[in-house]
């Protein structure tokens, strides 16, 4: 547990610069939008529900009738209070909102009621594995903040339609510090805190609902210059395309300023179909909104017996979780952390490893074949046709020396195509039972060594590659259910007898 958490402690102290491409050093910091899992909007009564017809619901308040007022939603307050608390944030003990002024068809105001001078929750953390290097991604802040409308184009021929459903969804808006250095690091940042605000429960997380939404600021530089001049690209509602835009983003501006232009900072959309960025419109700066403070909210106050109150009820987070791993099952710190990847996977590996006492096998197990077989079926671990109870008395076979590993591939296979249900039946009717017994492995032993003379004389004058073909025709002789470390033992005292 020690060197994980010192691990952490190290990786926050300090970031390495990041690699160079084409001499240039990439410098991206991140934007998210994470739709809070409240019943209702942030400053009305009307339902947060994906899907309804468009205009359906959307109350007075969100389409900014006259003489309506916005009433704070405590539902709001709280999540945000649960991410403050998981990212190590100070949550701030007052807070103010303020009105941020532009004009879109989809903003019935035509201002988004926000936050910019005092955010509610303030700094904090995000760490994570890139590959087996932990990064640590500092945040500046999350403030709360409306939802816009949506502008719909795509069902209509030379105009468009406007649906004020998702108007005033709460929104918690994430911002880091420019603290990332690659687009797989983005992507291993995005992945993680997806992973925090669905694992506290204040975000669904459904990316092609919107409910996660996220904005790449890149620029580059040459390494010791000033920060670049940086554009933000867009709605990144897929890790996939996350990857593709800031790549293709990367090199396009990289190829700009080595021809001699310069950057020009603007709004960027992302085109999937032909994996390109184009500009959108020139991006604003934060007096181009004209920020001022809302009149018709009073200032947020979250008492300090609030926070408590909330921090009480938090669920074990995925960083304690998998620090425990390490100290409770004597898991290597990359295993622990990808085993803690969501709260399912966890709770999945932990019911094994708990029944069959063989943590490091159980882990082995969810993250190679388990893994591998949700990926290939596009299944999450909780559709998993092999239940963790049932991986747990597999596991055991394996450990008590039953079946061997190859045997066990088999028995998984039967269980997850449904051709059994039972370990141990499987085992008897596959006759995948591992053979033991000294006695009868001897008198196989003893044939394969005089049928084989000549490796026998090999391996007698020094050649170790003899020994593995006798061991080889041993197993082939009882079919492959001697155990192989029992063969290899029985077999090495014979020879050097």
């Known amino acids: 547990m020690s060197e994980t958490i ?15 491409v084409q001499g240039y050093e990439v410098v991206i910091g991140f934007e998210t939008h994470a739709q809070l899992s409240t019943a209702s909007k942030i400053f009305s009564r009307a339902s947060t529900a994906f899907g309804a017809e468009p205009n359906t619901q959307a109350c007075a308040v969100d389409l900014a009738l006259p003489g309506t007022l916005p009433v704070m939603n405590k539902g709001a307050v709280e999540r945000a209070i649960r991410l403050g608390l998981a990212l190590g944030s100070t949550i701030a003990p007052r807070s103010i909102f303020a009105r941020k002024n532009y004009f879109y ?49 795509e069902d209509f021929i030379g105009q468009s339609g406007i649906d004020l459903n998702r108007a005033g969804t709460p929104l918690l ?54 920060l670049g001049t940086r554009r933000e690209i867009k709605n990144l509602n897929s890790f996939k395309f996350m990857q593709q835009a800031i790549d293709f983003e990367i090199r396009w501006q990289i190829e700009q300023i080595e021809d001699g232009h310069a950057i020009q900072q603007a709004t960027v959309l ?5 994996g390109e960025t184009r500009a959108m419109r020139t991006k604003e700066d934060a007096a181009d909104y004209r920020y001022f403070p809302d009149p018709d909210l009073p200032p947020l106050v979250i008492p300090p017996e609030w926070v408590e109150q909330v921090r009480g ?17 004597g898991l290597p710190a990359y295993d622990a952390t990808q085993l803690t990847a969501s709260k399912a996977t966890s709770a999945y590996f932990e019911q094994a490893a708990r029944a069959s006492g063989q943590a490091k096998l159980a882990s082995n197990w969810v993250m190679g074949e388990i893994s591998r077989r949700l990926n290939a079926s596009e299944l999450a671990i909780d559709q998993a046709p092999v239940s963790a109870a049932q991986l747990a008395a597999l596991l055991g076979r394996i450990a008590d020396n039953t079946i061997s590993n190859n045997a066990a591939r088999q028995v998984f296979d039967a269980l997850w195509t449904g051709e059994g249900s039972e370990v141990d039946a499987v085992i008897e009717a596959k006759g995948l039972r591992q053979m033991n017994d000294d006695g009868a492995l001897e008198q196989i ?23 593995n073909a006798l061991v080889g025709q041993a197993m082939k002789a009882s079919k492959g259910k001697a155990n192989p470390a029992q063969v290899n033992a029985l077999l090495r005292k014979k020879l050097e007898g």
């Open 105 to 153: 068809p989809d903003l019935p105001k035509g201002y988004q009621i926000s936050q910019y001078e005092i955010p509610v929750v303030q700094g904090g953390t995000v760490s994570f594995y890139l590959g087996e290097e932990l990064k640590t991604v500092r945040l500046v802040r999350a403030h709360l903040e409306e939802d816009a409308g949506k502008s719909l184009h």
């Open 445 to 467: 032993l003893d044939a394969v060594l005089a049928a084989n003379a000549d490796n026998v004389a090999q391996f007698k004058a020094g050649k170790d590659k003899a020994f």
């Open 313 to 329: 009820e938090m669920p074990e987070l995925p960083r304690a979780m998998a620090q425990r791993f390490v100290a409770d099952y």
């Open 270 to 274: 992302f085109d999937p179909d032909t």
């Open 6 to 20: 010192n691990a952490f402690e190290a990786a926050q102290a300090g970031r390495p610069t990041g690699p160079l």
């Open 173 to 226: 808006e994430i911002v880091t510090e420019p603290d990332i250095r690659s687009a797989a690091e983005a992507v291993a940042y995005a992945k993680e805190l997806h992973k925090i605000v669905t694992w506290i429960g204040i975000c669904d997380g459904n990316m092609q609902e919107g409910s996660f939404r996220c904005d790449a600021n890149v620029s580059v530089r040459k390494p010791g210059q000033a």
